[in-house]
């Protein structure tokens, strides 16, 4: 290790542009902390709002920042010599966004609860793109909706990050999926185990679906999360994960009889570890749209932006 490391940092809010690469100090680690060298990291939604400094309730951090919530890498101290992440051990997880620095750099230190053995069966790239998305996924699939045989659940927009690991959840644990998404990812939704695909480009949803038990809403969109209220069931629930502005959202789903809550993921070791079990089986999947080496990563934020990725883009830090 050396006393400075390359790393992508925002020293103001803005556009894509205001990601610059730089050489800052190499973080030590503190307490239960695990110091990892990155060698890939995830490019969330996330990101780019914490970017343009307008992450809401989940809060941007103080400028100047290194952004990035997802890595995979290698262990390189540990908290004692017994810790069960041992120097050299390959594992995935969260950084500790927006409380310290993220993962766009070579190194991060974040807590041991927050990290765990990277799934064998994946690369660093691959396994990059998983623990966000999918943590938040099993968060709204599992915890929220209690996902079971008969449960009727719509996923608005299953292809994204979040989206992709929230179907194939629900299906593993025998819900009937509906998903909403464009012609080119069909296919692959219903491989992952939706039942129902609607294409959002062609078809209002509330035409083609009705009396779900649950409506999970993945997409930024004032319109989609009311519209969303017409579907469900007496009684159902919507769970609204998009960090904007939900004013009166919790009111009209009172009025319309219907459950609500919006939602925030919160990182977790053992969960990770179940996750990468489900991964090395080969029940759930995770699809790389694209990769960006480090210093190109206000490319990756403008193809987020313009929306509609399949599945996670991800940074390459160093050689796999």
Request: one cysteine or more.
């Amino acid at each position: 290790m050396t006393s400075t490391m390359r790393a992508v940092v925002i020293t103001e809010n803005g556009g894509p542009d205001v990601l610059t690469p730089a050489d800052i100090p190499t973080p030590g680690r503190q307490g239960s902390e695990v110091l990892i060298r990155v060698v890939a990291a995830g490019v969330n939604p996330f990101d780019v709002e914490a970017r343009k400094g307008l992450a809401g309730r989940c809060g941007s951090p103080e400028l100047p920042a290194v952004l990035g919530c997802d890595f995979s890498g290698v262990v390189v101290e540990s908290p004692y010599a017994a810790h069960p992440l041992k120097p050299g051990y390959e594992v995935y997880g969260v950084a500790s966004v927006p409380r310290s620095p993220g993962a766009y750099a070579e190194y991060v230190s974040v807590p041991a609860l927050q990290v765990a053995r990277k799934p064998k069966s994946l690369s660093h790239l691959e396994a990059a793109g998983v623990p966000l998305a999918a943590l938040t996924a099993w968060g709204l699939v599992v915890d929220v909706a209690k996902a079971h045989e008969g449960q009727r659940i719509l996923i608005q927009a299953g292809a994204g990050g979040v989206g992709h690991f929230a179907v194939q959840f629900a299906a593993y644990f025998g819900a009937h999926v509906i998903t909403t998404g464009s012609p080119r990812n069909a296919s692959w939704l219903r491989q992952l185990g939706a039942t129902q695909v609607i294409d959002h480009t062609t078809h209002r949803f509330e035409s083609e679906v009705s009396q779900v038990d649950v409506v999970i809403n993945l997409v930024d969109d004032a319109d989609v999360a009311s519209r969303s209220l017409d579907v469900i069931r007496p009684g159902g629930l919507l769970v609204h994960v998009p960090v904007g502005d939900m004013a009166g959202l919790d009111d009209s789903a009172t009025a319309a009889g219907v459950r609500f809550t919006d939602y925030a993921m919160a990182p977790d070791a053992t969960c990770l570890a179940i996750i990468a079990r489900l991964l090395d089986s080969g029940d759930v999947s995770v699809y790389v749209d694209d990769v960006y080496d480090l210093e190109d990563v206000a490319d990756a934020h403008r193809l987020l932006e313009r929306g509609h990725t399949r599945g996670k883009l991800v940074l390459k830090i160093a050689e796999d």
